[in-house]
């Protein structure tokens, strides 16, 4: 079994910052060798990637629009990925979803994913 688990939603009024923890283990999953993503789901919308950094510490922005406001990072001696997000603003509230995407390099195709975390903005 792989778990992946998200922390650190919350409220949050609009131009503030938050971050948020991921962990990831499991039998079946070498987090040194993986690339490890963040997806967003806003509210009546399709769930969108975010973020993905590499086994190698690479970033892949799956929506160019979020660079300059969100950072992605990785600790693999914790085996904990975060996602730093400034000046957040209402239009960035959604579940948060954490993924244990594919070894070694950022894609598309997810392997595993966390059950999500909530993150509202405020105004």
């Known amino acids: 079994l792989v778990q992946v688990e998200e922390s650190g939603g919350r409220l949050v009024q609009a131009g503030e910052s938050l971050t948020l923890n991921c962990t990831a283990s499991?039998?079946?999953?070498?987090?040194?060798?993986?690339?490890m993503g963040w997806f967003r789901q806003a509210p009546g919308k399709d769930r969108k990637g975010v973020l993905c950094?590499?086994?190698?510490?690479?970033?892949?922005y799956y929506d160019d629009s979020l660079k300059g406001r969100f950072t992605i990072s990785r600790e693999n001696a914790k085996n904990t990925v975060y996602l730093q997000m400034n000046s957040l603003q209402p239009e960035d509230t959604a579940i948060y979803y954490c993924a244990a995407v594919q070894p070694y390099h950022c894609g598309r195709d997810v392997d595993y994913w966390g059950r999500g975390t909530q993150v509202t903005v405020s105004s």
């Open positions: 499991g039998r079946a999953l070498s987090f040194d060798d993986y690339a």
């Open positions: 950094i590499s086994s190698r510490s690479a970033i892949t």
